[in-house]
């Protein structure tokens, strides 16, 4: 009974006030025009337009355009059901459980088109914090965008008469770079705590104030996150690493107190001199790659993020005697099974990110044959640039990296002479451990029973 009566507080301002007309921007004013489109958009525009349903591009693609960056991909929204969206577009297919969505492929773009959407007003459909479970009820295009999040992402584009439709002052939003929340925010951070992330991400990805309203709840509804599943997180997270502007997300993401819900490790390493250096170093790395248009390393990104909690517990195991590739390997465990509580990293992101650190050891072992051994390995180049970032950071000696790149571009010859003039290992490989031969197994049998024989007699 406490438990209705809850989600009946919560839903009774649940649906945000709805502009029922839109206001319509004609081409003159936004500047928007068709051939700015890609062409797997307007292909499914024309395709769902012939049919008979009305099409339009919604959300992050408008509000890109409109600020003069290129749009990551092309969002449909239109009045078709999915039934309706994957018989009318050819190679598409429905996906999702709680959103059913159609991704339709058009040569190698995929566009996700999405059926006009109306606010739940099941009770049902509602956890006792108010997080929306259900949400595949169809409505209307004014229903649509007052369900959508933040009014800059509820600008509707006709690619036929060149408008814009706007429920809630979304482009005006937009020109006085402010991010506002549809509705009320409290509730609208209930429905689905993810959108205190996606506020802090847009805001500090489009440099967008956070208006007053939209900004006040976040820091006392942060513990929502908590709901949030760990997999769902992850996404969001990624998002936010590889958005370009990661630096400046992860800054607003400690100032509005959002951090503990996804890094909790995070002001821990910050409170380090050290590890803030080293963390601001490779977001910066990172973000300067996607602006050149240059590949990233999610698995690199999770392992500059976690690396001085890892650093502080090797050191810990190793300050009580423990032999040191053993005790980095306990360490990497305690902190990546830490943070799964929260942030849910994928299997094959784990992999990378250990072998990242596994192989950090390995750049003080110059003697030998082991350089040649780690200069073969498939995750060379990964270890290399992560070893690189802890010498520009000050953590080991730029000597070290300094030695390593002249190696992997050096023939033969000084290769040998930079083995033979490198200091001793600081690290000392892990000792194998020898195979006893059968023989030996036998003739070690043979002379115990000779023993006990022996001894018997006696």
């Known amino acids: 009974m406490i438990r209705r009566f809850v989600k009946k507080i919560f839903n009774r301002h649940a649906a945000p006030a709805v502009q029922l007309e839109p206001k319509i921007i004609p081409v003159k004013t936004h500047g928007i025009t068709r051939d700015m489109l890609s062409r797997g958009a307007e292909r499914v525009c024309d395709d769902l337009e012939r049919a008979g349903y009305r099409a339009y591009v919604v959300g992050g693609a408008v509000r890109d355009l409109l600020l003069n960056r290129d749009p990551k991909d092309f969002d449909i929204a239109t009045n078709a059901t999915p039934e309706q969206v994957r018989r009318c577009c050819r190679r598409s297919r429905i996906i999702g459980r709680r959103f059913q969505i159609v991704h339709v ?11 006009f959407r109306a606010l739940h007003e099941d009770a049902s459909a509602t956890d006792e914090h108010g997080r929306v479970l ?14 959508r999040d933040f009014t800059v992402n509820a600008l509707y584009y006709d690619p036929y008469d060149e408008t814009i439709h706007d429920y809630h002052h979304g482009y005006a939003d937009l020109k ?66 590889t958005c370009g502007d990661a630096l400046a997300c992860l800054k607003r993401l400690r100032d509005e107190g959002l951090h503990h819900g996804v890094l909790p ?56 005697n423990e032999i040191a590739i053993p005790a980095l390997f306990a360490a990497m465990s305690d902190v990546l ?23 950090q050891p390995r750049f003080e072992q110059r003697s030998g044959k082991r350089p040649y051994g780690l200069l073969g390995h498939p995750r060379f180049r990964a270890g290399y640039d992560f070893m690189l970032l802890r010498a520009q950071t000050g953590e080991i000696d730029l000597e070290l990296g300094d030695w390593w790149t002249k190696f992997q571009e050096s023939d033969t010859a000084v290769q040998e002479s930079l083995i033979a003039g490198a200091p001793k290992d600081s690290v000392a490989p892990a000792k194998k451990r020898r195979r006893r031969s059968p023989n030996r197994k036998r003739s070690q049998s043979a002379d115990s029973g000779d023993t006990q024989q022996n001894s018997q007699g006696e």
Do not use: C
């Not at 760990?230 to 996404?235: G, K, V, Y």
């Not at 099974?337 to 192989?359: N, P, Y």
């Open 105 to 115: 492929m058009v040569g190698q773009e995929l566009i996700e088109v999405t059926t």
């Open 265 to 320: 490790l995070l002001d821990v390493i910050l409170e380090q001199p050290l590890g803030e250096r080293f963390v601001e170093q490779a977001l910066t790395n990172t973000d300067q790659r996607i602006r050149e248009g240059k590949s990233i390393s999610p698995g690199f990104l999770f392992a500059a993020l976690l690396w001085h909690e890892v650093l502080a517990h090797w050191n810990k195991r190793k300050a009580k």
């Open 176 to 241: 006085q770079r402010t991010l506002r929340m549809i509705g009320d925010p409290k509730v609208r951070y209930r429905e689905d705590p993810v959108r205190m992330l996606r506020a802090v991400r847009l805001g500090a990805k489009l440099n967008l104030d956070l208006d007053s309203a939209t900004r006040k709840p976040i820091r006392e509804m942060a513990d929502l996150l908590d709901n949030v599943p760990p997999a769902r997180l992850f996404d969001e997270m990624l998002k936010l690493l």
């Open 134 to 147: 259900r949400d595949n009820t169809f409505g209307t295009q004014s229903d649509d965008a007052a369900r």
């Open 337 to 359: 099974d830490r943070q799964a509580t929260k942030l849910a990293i994928t299997k094959r992101l784990v992999g990378d990110i250990k072998e990242i650190w596994s192989l």
